[in-house]
């Protein structure tokens, strides 16, 4: 089975630009959470959903947002980019939102803001 | 959500018994201890997790605690490819809005030695 994919792998872009980054979750998969890893403050949530509906959000400015499909691929997108968003943007998927239900990340999309 | 205390770094001998060492003192009844690490600049990988009781797979062992302030896991022979940031997690309660995100602290760093 194949495992989480996101795209694209490697992005730069410049201050007060927009960016989406995409994530397609193990197929069958339902629950699709995204972190952002920073050398500074370590792996940090930003928010899961499942069914097409944001069920949590972690403490980031409303510059972050996401939203999933109904075929449960999911996309984020910062908008006003600083230089401070630049990291590593992770997807994880899991079969339904639930403890007992491990996550499995992908390879992460490396941001540079410029 | 439970807090984790974790060792910065640990050594281990290649072909020896890596047993990393995490306390989560606060942990309430139905909340799942979670093991994952990530190995450089790749997204983290999941390796095990439990509620009460010890559990084994291909990849590890988790042995908690009876109090279950505290776990241990054990990567029986350990490889030079298992040099990595190893972090324990505590999550849930299942069935609380937490259930989707995982809280990673600054882990352990075990560095497998030939």
């Known amino acids: ?114 | 959500d439970a807090k984790t205390t974790q060792p910065p770094s640990m050594d281990c001998a290649e072909g020896r018994a890596a047993n990393l060492p995490c306390n989560h003192s606060t942990i309430s009844g139905n909340e799942y201890v979670y093991w994952y690490r990530q190995i450089h600049s790749q997204g983290p990988q999941y390796i095990i997790h439990g509620l009460k009781n010890n559990e084994t797979n291909e990849m590890a062992s988790l042995i908690i605690t009876e109090d279950r302030k505290s776990s241990t896991l054990i990567l029986p022979h350990a490889t030079l490819r298992d040099t990595a940031v190893y972090y324990c997690i505590v999550r849930g309660p299942h069935g609380s809005s937490n259930t989707g995100k995982l809280i990673f602290g600054q882990g352990t760093t075990l560095q497998v030695k030939p």
Not at chain 1, 49 to 72: A, D, I
Not at chain 1, 81 to 102: F, I
């Open chain 1, 1 to 114: 089975k194949a495992g989480v994919t996101q795209t694209p792998r490697y992005l730069i872009k410049t201050r007060g630009q927009q960016v989406t980054l995409s994530c397609s979750p193990i197929s069958g998969h339902r629950s699709v959470s995204w972190y952002q890893q920073t050398p500074g403050q370590g792996l940090q949530f930003l928010f899961e959903y499942f069914s097409e509906t944001q069920r949590n959000k972690g403490n980031f400015p409303g510059r972050f947002s996401g939203r999933q499909f109904s075929n449960s691929r999911s996309e984020m997108n910062v908008s006003t980019l600083e230089l401070g968003d630049s990291a590593l943007y992770l997807c994880a998927s899991s079969l339904v939102s639930g403890s007992d239900y491990e996550q499995y990340f992908g390879p992460g999309t490396r941001l540079t803001v410029t």
